[in-house]
Nanobody
Framework: QVQLVESGGGLVQAGGSLRLSCAAS????????MGWFRQAPGKERVFVAV????????NYADSVKGRFTISRDNAKNMVYLQMNSLKPEDTAVYYC???????????????????WGQGTQVTVSS
């Protein structure tokens, strides 16, 4: 069992930056690939970024490439999402996700996620 708690969301102007954090419980954090998904009002939850168990492999949605950076600290059971050059279309609830299967790093759909956080709201004003 893994519990995930996100923090760092908020209101920011377009062009600004935010850093999301996700704290994971349990002693098996390094056994999980970790990712971020987001869900805008009235839309489905979609992939944003993922990092492999060791932190050596990352994958990003085309819409955030070059602006967002995912990282993890296995010693602290933490995963981060640095978001720069934010746009109004980045507005959504952001969810931290954990998955055991390595397919999660390549096939970036929700079906390979085993655990979800409760979400944190990010609002980007124009």
């Amino acid at each position: 069992q893994v519990q995930l708690v996100e923090s760092g969301g908020g209101l920011v102007q377009a062009g600004g930056s935010l850093r999301l954090s996700c704290a994971a419980s349990g002693r098996t954090f390094s056994s999980y690939n970790m990712g971020w998904f987001r869900q805008a009002p009235g839309k489905e939850r979609v992939f944003v970024a993922v990092v492999s168990k060791s932190g050596t492999i990352t994958n990003y949605a085309d819409s955030v490439k070059g602006r967002f950076t995912i990282s993890r600290d296995n010693a602290k059971n933490m995963v981060y999402l640095q978001m720069n050059s934010l746009k109004p279309e980045d507005t959504a609830v952001y969810y931290c996700a954990a998955g055991l299967t390595n397919t999660m790093v390549v096939v970036t759909t929700t079906q390979f996620v085993d655990y979800w956080g409760q979400g944190t709201q990010v609002t980007v004003s124009s």
